[in-house]
């Protein structure tokens, strides 16, 4: 009686009271009279047809509000509306109730409420919404702050660091034999084959399969190594002779000359 129309409608009566013609009366004879009057002014005339397009609207759905606070004004309207079937009762229950928390109900593997039982469904509707508030606060409690890992950006460069190196006095002519430009010279290292040695005499230019010796002449004694350099002097001999005195006196002629 302190706020809204019934507040307004108290005042109404203290004003009544203080008026000097009704100084030492009541407004209300008795219980009854009071009863009768706030009837009148607060209980529709048709209360039951305006409960009836409440629950045949979707105005009665559950929504945000608790299943406390929408069981209270479903069962108001169900005695106001005067719905005595259980069973549409049921129906009317289920449409306004969550989502969720119906479809828990419906698809429980055993203990589900009859469908003939409203209260049935009223114990089940309140278990469901506990189990969850419960587990909710469990999982909140227990939930660790996730850290991300962020990559900081300098805003600003460094010049100094970023800026390309200036050109010396020697670059900013074209490149010469004596002033060469170290990307040209590396160029040139790069273009040049490489030399590999044979595995069996460890000669250049040619590789192991190649070889004309046909074993690995780092493995040999001396001995061995010695008798293989006297074979290959006798080759060069044979094929490059000594030439004859002849021939060294006439070059030592032709020297003199």
């Given at each position: ?6 507040a ?7 004003r ?41 609207s979707t105005?009665?759905?559950q ?16 005695m ?16 306004g ?25 009223y ?7 506990q ?11 227990y ?11 300098p805003?600003t ?34 273009m040049q084959?490489?030399l590999?040695?044979c ?17 690995n002449?780092r493995?040999l004694?001396?001995?061995?190594l010695?008798t293989?350099?006297e ?8 094929k ?13 002629s032709?020297?003199n000359?």
């Amino acid at each position: 009686m302190k706020a809204g129309r019934a507040a307004k409608w108290s005042a109404r009566v203290f004003r009544w009271e203080e008026q000097p013609e009704n100084v030492g009366y009541h407004k209300f004879i008795d219980w009854e009279d009071f009863r009768d009057e706030f009837k009148r002014e607060f209980c529709p005339v048709y209360a039951d047809s305006v409960a009836i397009r409440q629950l045949e609207s979707t105005a009665y759905f559950q929504k945000s509000c608790s299943v406390d606070e929408y069981l209270d004004e479903f069962q108001d309207l169900i005695m106001e509306a005067g719905y005595s079937d259980p069973k549409t009762i049921v129906v009317k229950f289920r449409q306004g109730l969550d989502t969720q928390i119906q479809n828990a109900i419906a698809t429980m593997p055993s203990g589900c409420p009859s469908n003939m039982v409203p209260t049935y469904w009223y114990t089940a509707a309140r278990t469901i919404d506990q189990n969850r508030a419960t587990n909710e606060a469990f999982r909140s409690s227990y939930q660790t702050p996730s850290t991300a890992l962020t990559l900081t950006r300098p805003s600003t460069f460094n010049a100094v660091q970023f800026q390309a190196p200036e050109q010396s006095a020697n670059h900013q002519h074209a490149p010469t034999p004596k002033n060469p430009v170290l990307m040209d010279i590396d160029a040139s290292q790069k273009m040049q084959p490489l030399l590999f040695s044979c595995y069996h005499c460890g000669k250049a230019g040619h590789k192991a399969p190649d070889c004309p010796i046909q074993f690995n002449i780092r493995e040999l004694s001396i001995d061995d190594l010695q008798t293989y350099l006297e074979d290959r002097l006798v080759e060069l001999n044979a094929k490059h002779p000594e030439p004859t005195a002849e021939v060294k006196e006439q070059d030592f002629s032709h020297c003199n000359e």
